[in-house]
């Protein structure tokens, strides 16, 4: 890259693909193509078969208790707006509260937003402090009987701080509330399951698990997802419809309409697979080397300030250096073959908690290297020497 080895430092925008996915995906498409639950002939079944694999490998992953409970997407985003429209349409009225935090991406801002207006609703935000961390002192004031849904981020993407959840859920049930856990950051970093988690609904994207892009999931409790409305209508997520009256499908197609990205799930069961077998325990342990490498090392550099110094971190180091924007820094440093987010990252609302235009995020998957932070220390130090 630019004459350089890449040195590949943003895996919490997406992860680089492993080849039995690609490989994965390739065979589907050459050999074993057509659309699936529609036709009685056997590629069709088999298609059909292959794509409904992923979904029990999906539900062992996270050990979800039933596969139904299972629903595929297009990512975090997607499941984001699912979710909001569905349970906004289903149980949110005028004077109920929903609650997030102030270090949320604006997939899990907007589409609640959008929900309170419609009906007259109350979006209130959980405090941090200037570590990056929940301020949950008063959280007893801010999740109350009000509150309807509690939709909060595991592992921060801008920040790298782990959040309590469990804690954050047994709260939220205490009041009443049903709790959305915006996974799109931990599910490629920490073992996952969501029974123990008791958590009501469950988000993340294959496409930062070192699957495809255009695949998501959303995990429900099957007793909530019953009784809630279809997100978006056509084929698939019916039962009978007739010009006077249509009937819905049962989980999970009612969730499914369209046809749905075929290849991009059967790609992503090969994803779980490969992480399945390298096993996530050893993931996060040698993420959690190169995390506390990172910070020892970056932290030598004078004027470098890190943002986010929770004491609970994963995987990601946000930071700025005295005097250099950080989209210098980013472009910079894609001269010396590193590839690293700058800007706001999608959390507007907590660049503006830190009074920052956005940072420069190196974030850490398992195949990187010390050496890798090495170079990225050598190339920061140049930079500041040509421009700070
Ligand atoms: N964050 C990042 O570089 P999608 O884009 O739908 O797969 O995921 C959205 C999303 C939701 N929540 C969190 C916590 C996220 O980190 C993301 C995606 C990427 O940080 C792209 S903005």
């Given at each position: 890259m630019n004459?350089?080895?890449?040195?590949?430092l943003?895996?919490?925008?997406s992860?680089?693909?492993?080849k039995?996915v690609?490989e994965?995906?390739?065979?589907?498409?050459s050999?074993q193509y057509?659309?699936i639950?529609?036709s009685?002939?056997?590629l069709?079944?088999n298609?059909t078969?292959?794509?409904?694999?992923?979904?029990?490998?999906?539900?062992n992953?996270i050990n979800a208790?039933?596969?139904?409970?299972?629903?595929?997407t297009?990512?975090?985003t997607?499941?984001?707006?699912?979710?909001?429209?569905?349970?906004g349409?289903y149980?949110?009225?005028?004077g109920?509260e929903?609650?997030?935090?102030?270090?949320?991406?604006?997939a899990?801002?907007?589409?609640?937003?959008i929900?309170c207006?419609d009906?007259k609703a109350?979006?209130?935000v959980?405090?941090?402090?200037s570590?990056?961390?929940?301020i949950?002192?008063?959280?007893?004031?801010?999740?109350?009987e009000?509150?309807?849904?509690?939709?909060?981020?595991?592992?921060?993407?801008?920040?790298?701080t782990?959040?309590p959840?469990?804690?954050?859920i047994?709260?939220?049930h205490?009041?009443?509330?049903y709790?959305?856990?915006?996974?799109?950051?931990?599910?490629q970093?920490?073992k996952?399951?969501?029974?123990e988690?008791?958590?009501?609904?469950?988000?993340?994207?294959a496409?930062?698990?070192?699957g495809p892009?255009?695949?998501?999931?959303?995990?429900?409790?099957?007793?909530l997802?019953?009784k809630m409305?279809?997100?978006?209508t056509?084929?698939?997520?019916?039962?009978?419809?007739t010009?006077?009256?249509?009937?819905?499908?049962?989980l999970?197609?009612?969730?499914?309409?369209?046809?749905?990205?075929?290849a991009?799930v059967?790609g992503?069961?090969?994803?779980?697979?490969?992480?399945?077998?390298?096993g996530?325990?050893?993931i996060?342990?040698v993420?959690?080397?190169?995390l506390?490498?990172?910070?020892q090392?970056l932290?030598?550099?004078?004027?470098?300030?890190?943002i986010?110094t929770?004491?609970?971190?994963?995987?990601v180091?946000?930071?700025?250096?005295?005097?250099?924007?950080p989209?210098?820094?980013?472009?910079?440093a894609?001269?010396?073959?590193?590839?690293?987010?700058?800007?706001?990252?999608?959390?507007?609302?907590?660049?503006?908690?830190?009074?920052?235009p956005?940072?420069?995020?190196?974030?850490?998957a398992f195949?990187n290297?010390?050496?890798?932070i090495?170079?990225?220390?050598?190339?920061?130090?140049?930079i500041?020497?040509?421009?700070?």
């Amino acid at each position: 890259m630019n004459g350089k080895d890449l040195v590949f430092l943003d895996n919490a925008a997406s992860t680089q693909k492993p080849k039995s996915v690609l490989e994965r995906i390739n065979n589907f498409y050459s050999s074993q193509y057509a659309n699936i639950h529609r036709s009685a002939y056997t590629l069709a079944e088999n298609a059909t078969q292959e794509y409904e694999n992923t979904r029990k490998k999906v539900q062992n992953f996270i050990n979800a208790n039933d596969v139904n409970e299972i629903i595929f997407t297009k990512g975090t985003t997607d499941s984001l707006n699912l979710l909001s429209y569905s349970l906004g349409k289903y149980m949110i009225k005028e004077g109920d509260e929903i609650v997030i935090s102030a270090m949320e991406h604006h997939a899990n801002i907007v589409p609640w937003q959008i929900i309170c207006e419609d009906k007259k609703a109350k979006l209130k935000v959980i405090p941090i402090n200037s570590n990056g961390e929940l301020i949950l002192d008063n959280i007893n004031e801010i999740i109350t009987e009000k509150t309807k849904i509690v939709s909060i981020v595991h592992i921060s993407n801008s920040l790298g701080t782990i959040n309590p959840i469990k804690e954050i859920i047994e709260l939220a049930h205490s009041q009443g509330a049903y709790v959305i856990i915006d996974a799109a950051q931990s599910i490629q970093h920490k073992k996952i399951d969501v029974q123990e988690l008791d958590c009501d609904f469950f988000v993340f994207s294959a496409h930062k698990l070192y699957g495809p892009t255009g695949v998501g999931v959303i995990y429900g409790k099957k007793e909530l997802l019953e009784k809630m409305p279809p997100y978006q209508t056509g084929g698939e997520m019916i039962a009978k419809v007739t010009f006077e009256k249509t009937t819905f499908n049962v989980l999970p197609y009612k969730f499914e309409a369209g046809t749905p990205n075929i290849a991009g799930v059967i790609g992503f069961g090969a994803a779980i697979d490969y992480i399945s077998k390298i096993g996530i325990d050893v993931i996060d342990k040698v993420e959690s080397e190169l995390l506390d490498y990172a910070h020892q090392k970056l932290t030598q550099i004078e004027g470098l300030r890190v943002i986010g110094t929770a004491k609970n971190k994963a995987s990601v180091l946000s930071f700025l250096i005295d005097g250099i924007h950080p989209t210098d820094l980013g472009t910079m440093a894609n001269a010396y073959g590193i590839a690293m987010r700058v800007g706001h990252h999608c959390t507007q609302p907590l660049m503006d908690f830190f009074e920052i235009p956005g940072t420069c995020r190196a974030s850490f998957a398992f195949y990187n290297t010390k050496e890798e932070i090495d170079i990225l220390f050598d190339a920061l130090n140049r930079i500041k020497k040509l421009l700070g």
